[in-house]
């Protein structure tokens, strides 16, 4: 991986009077300067080592500015470039996912990790816009969960919201283990949008990234990164509004096309956008449940349920234990167990172990 050496510029720049912000090098090379005092200093990227007695910056539009190291402030070296904020810039990183969320709703941010060498621990600061707020218990926990994929039982997460700002969070392991796999997500954290919170997009920034390298001497450094959050006042699909689409939307529009008394338009509920409410907006939604594609899911609602054994729920989808001989093929019953509630719809994911599948009829082309 190359090296990048940051250069901070102290006095030079008050006798040069550089405007600019931000300055693109005909190399491709980009130069910012300070948010808050433009002239106190510069970063930019070079391949080391690549020196010279001085550095020549030449802008895109031919303008050239020349700095000798003497009058350089400070030197020090950097893992990243740290002027860029897409994620994708970097090959060891952490980062949020782009989500889709409506306002007043609780939803869960998946903080995800791309590494390219073992990691032991990490911290970031999570930096939300106006309108959108971790979520705390009564004793002012945040509402975290490690990913157990990728974090064995030896890591820790603490976080602590450090002023109105941001929130910090930290993870270690306490045997130094490293955290499994290259991608994903290594934890998630429960937000809130505020219920007035207006429709359009919204940036959360990730900043002063630390990735600790197995030695824990070394580690990779990020200054800032961003994700994006679309806040949307519906969705088409999820007509109940409860943030996903499943086979309870599908009820609803049937409720709505046999109930003359429910109001005769829903705008989540015209899924093909045609201004009318019928039986085709049924099978368009029926058709995103059978699809493999995720343009539909809104963020993941911070009430989901944890995954329990059949006999600590009241209602379930059920398959009784069988024996099967290899070679074999069985009728196997779908039970539903329902004592608390009427049922109109049901829907469920059936997981087959190795060496179980289901036989299908085939009829043009199709299997059923």
């Known amino acids: ?13 008050a006798a ?55 009058d350089l402030g400070q030197i020090y070296f950097s893992e990243q470039n740290p002027t860029l904020t897409n994620p994708n810039s ?13 306002a007043g709703q609780e939803f869960v941010l998946p903080i995800m990790m791309r590494n390219t060498e073992d990691i032991i621990s990490f911290q970031l600061d ?20 490690k990913n157990a994929d990728r974090l064995k039982r030896s890591f ?36 809130v949008a505020d219920s007035a919170l ?32 679309l806040v949307t006042s519906f969705m088409p699909g999820d007509v109940n509004g409860d943030g996903a689409i499943n086979v309870s939307d599908v009820s609803a529009v049937v409720g709505m096309l046999l109930n003359p008394d429910v109001p005769a338009y829903n705008k989540a509920a015209d899924v093909n956008s045609d201004g009318i409410i019928n039986v085709s907006d049924v099978s368009a939604i029926v058709g995103m449940l059978l699809s493999d594609a995720q343009s539909h899911k809104l963020a993941a609602p911070a009430a989901r349920a944890a995954m329990k054994t059949f006999s600590e729920v009241t209602s379930s989808v059920f398959i009784e234990p069988f024996q099967i001989n290899p070679g074999e093929e069985k009728e196997i019953l779908v039970n ?33």
């Open 16 to 70: 040069l009077q550089i405007a600019a912000q931000t300055l693109v090098l005909n190399n491709g090379t980009i130069v910012r300067f300070d948010k808050e005092n433009p002239l106190k200093k510069i970063t930019s990227q070079f391949s080391y080592p690549t020196l010279s007695d001085s550095v020549l910056f030449t802008t895109a539009d031919n303008t050239a500015y020349q700095f000798k190291f003497q």
């Open 90 to 102: 970097y090959d060891n990183v952490l980062y949020g996912a782009n989500l889709e969320i409506r």
């Open 198 to 229: 207006a429709d359009g997009k919204y940036e959360i920034s990730y900043k002063n990234i630390v990735m600790t390298k197995s030695d824990a001497k070394n580690y990779f450094s990020v200054d800032h990164v961003t994700s994006e959050v």
């Open 126 to 145: 999570l930096y939300l816009p106006k309108g959108l707020q971790v979520k705390l218990d009564e004793e002012g926990y945040l509402f975290t969960e």
């Open 336 to 368: 539903l167990n329902n004592p608390d509630l009427g049922v109109i719809s049901f829907q469920f994911d059936l997981t087959l172990p190795e060496g179980l599948e289901i036989a299908y009829e085939e009829e043009d082309g199709e299997k059923y």
């Open 156 to 191: 820790a997460l603490e976080s602590k919201v450090m002023n109105e700002d941001y929130t910090r969070f930290v993870c270690y392991s306490s045997k130094n283990d490293a955290v499994v796999g290259t991608e994903g997500e290594v934890f998630n954290v429960v937000l």
């Open 1 to 13: 991986m190359k090296r990048y050496i940051t250069l901070a510029v102290l006095a030079l720049f």
